[in-house]
């Protein structure tokens, strides 16, 4: 049975929400997670008709593919595993638009379902912050703002990667550190990312 007040909800806002609680504001969701929790917020609006007792794959990607759409605010990228050509990048993200969306939303979308639910996801999270703080690129940035000297190595190293990573590595990484900072509110954290995405604007190519 769903929540008393989960008929007030799209499906739009219960998958971008699914999405956001499976940390799709730093990385990539499968499909078949983001249709599992839409289940378990909203039963009834994500179920199999004949047997309710399953959750329905195909009411989620559904909704995460009008969530993509323009006209609803292109919230969500990504697509379908199955997809040959999506095989490789299959799985959903929020674009930084739908951080914003959730931002906005987060509160009305709790109320109708009746809770107040978090992503578990903390400790990955301060992993990945310490790990950019730690750098010495980043270091460098605070202390001398957009002056700072940073070689590619260094810039690399701020992101976990290495001077072979490939530039698709390289902006994946940026964009969770983007979205982690957008969500957290960290204005040095998106000023380092901006700075980096001018100065190494051709590694990231």
């Not at 289940?39 to 009411?59: G, I, M, Q, R």
């Not at 990667?161 to 994946?172: F, G, H, K, P, W």
Request: net charge neutral; with cysteine; charged share 30%.
């Amino acid at each position: 049975m769903n929540p008393p007040n989960a008929d007030n909800l799209s499906n739009i806002d219960i998958a971008v929400y699914a999405l956001y609680l499976l940390g799709g504001w730093r990385e990539r969701v499968h499909t078949e997670d983001i249709a599992l929790k839409c289940f378990e917020l909203a039963p009834s609006k994500f179920s199999w008709v004949k047997y309710p007792e399953y959750p329905d794959n195909n009411t989620a990607y559904l909704s995460l593919g009008d969530a993509k759409k323009q006209k609803y605010g292109a919230l969500v990228k990504g697509g379908s595993e199955r997809k040959k050509e999506m095989q490789h990048i299959g799985g959903w993200k929020l674009t930084l638009h739908g951080v914003e969306w959730i931002e906005g939303n987060k509160l009305r979308i709790e109320e109708s379902l009746g809770k107040h639910a978090t992503t578990g996801e903390r400790l990955d999270i301060d992993r990945k912050l310490k790990e950019l703080r730690n750098s010495i690129a980043y270091s460098k940035f605070l202390r001398s703002g957009e002056s700072g000297d940073i070689s590619h190595a260094e810039f690399a190293e701020s992101l976990v990667c290495t001077v072979n990573t490939s530039s698709e590595i390289l902006n994946d990484r940026l964009e969770q550190l983007s979205s982690i900072a957008k969500e957290l509110k960290k204005d040095d954290i998106e000023k380092y990312i901006r700075f980096c995405r001018e100065k190494f604007e051709g590694l990231l190519k």
